[in-house]
C-alpha cells in the first residue's frame, strides 16, 4: 500500500460544472477525512466517514458539496454549479481509529480544482 | 472563526540552531494536537502529536510542549538541518468532532545553511 491516492491532481473546470474527485485510503483505515486548502491557509475540515457511515457534514461548505464512500473503500467529493470560489486543493486523509495518537492521519497529494 | 492560531507566517534559522515554531489555540475542549509538515505540491505529513494528559512529547529532533493553561503549544526541532525547510501546520482536536483537525495557517521554516 503506497498510502492515500488521490485523482485527478489537477482539474481546470469552467464555472457551473460538477467536478467529481476520488479518493483511495490506506486499506486498513475506517475513517477518512476531506479537507479544502486555499491560498495561504491551513486546511479547513469538510466532512468524514467512519466506514461507509458519514458522521459529520455540517461543514460542508455548501448543499453544492456533496461526498460518499459507499462501500466503506474509497470516497467521491463532487461540487455541483462551481464558483469561482471554490478553487483550492481539495485534500483527503485517513486513520484507523486506533492509530491516531500515534501516527495522525495520512493524507493524499490532494487534487487542485481551478474554475474559470 | 479561527481557534488555532499560528502567528509567525515565516521563521528563518541557521542550520544546526534550534527552531521553536509557536502555536495559540482557544478551545478548551481540544484535547489532542499535532503537527504536520508541508512541502509544496505534496499533502501535510504526520510529525509529532500530543495528548492533553501530557505536557512533553519527543521524537528524535522534534519536540513538542504543550501549556494547557495558556493554551499554547510549541515545536522545537534540533538541530535544524536544511531539509527541514518547509511550512509547519499546528493542528487540534477533540474527541466529540470525531477528531475531525483544526488547522492553523502555517508558519513556512527557512533552514540556511
Known amino acids: 500500500d503506497t498510502g492515500v491516492s488521490q485523482n485527478p491532481r489537477h482539474k481546470i473546470t469552467k464555472r457551473g460544472q460538477n467536478v467529481t474527485f476520488r479518493c483511495d485510503p490506506i486499506?486498513?483505515?475506517?475513517?477518512l477525512y476531506w479537507y479544502r486548502q486555499t491560498l495561504g491557509q491551513g486546511p479547513e475540515f469538510l466532512t468524514y466517514f467512519q466506514n461507509e457511515a458519514q458522521l459529520e457534514k455540517s461543514r460542508l461548505l455548501s448543499d453544492r458539496f456533496s461526498a460518499e464512500r459507499p462501500k466503506g473503500s474509497f470516497s467521491t467529493l463532487e461540487i455541483q454549479r462551481t464558483e469561482q470560489g471554490d478553487s483550492a486543493m481539495y485534500l483527503c486523509?485517513?486513520?484507523?481509529?486506533?492509530?491516531?495518537?500515534?501516527?495522525?492521519?495520512?493524507f493524499g497529494s490532494g487534487t487542485r480544482l481551478t474554475v474559470v | 472563526d479561527q481557534q488555532v492560531k499560528q502567528n509567525s507566517p515565516s521563521l528563518s534559522v541557521q542550520e544546526g540552531r534550534i527552531s521553536i515554531l509557536n502555536c495559540d489555540y482557544t478551545n478548551s475542549m481540544f484535547d489532542y494536537f499535532l503537527w504536520y509538515k508541508k512541502y509544496p505540491a505534496e499533502g501535510p505529513t504526520f510529525l509529532i502529536s500530543i495528548s492533553s494528559i501530557k505536557d512533553k512529547n519527543e521524537d528524535g529532533r522534534f519536540t513538542v510542549f504543550l501549556n494547557k493553561s495558556a493554551k499554547h503549544l510549541s515545536l522545537h526541532i534540533v538541530p535544524s538541518q536544511p531539509g527541514d525547510s518547509a511550512v509547519y501546520f499546528c493542528a487540534a482536536s477533540d474527541l466529540n468532532s470525531g477528531y475531525a483537525l483544526n488547522f492553523g495557517k502555517g508558519t513556512s521554516l527557512l533552514v540556511t545553511p
Open positions: 486499506s486498513e483505515h475506517n475513517r
Open positions: 486523509a485517513s486513520s484507523s481509529g486506533n492509530g491516531i495518537l500515534n501516527y495522525g492521519y495520512t
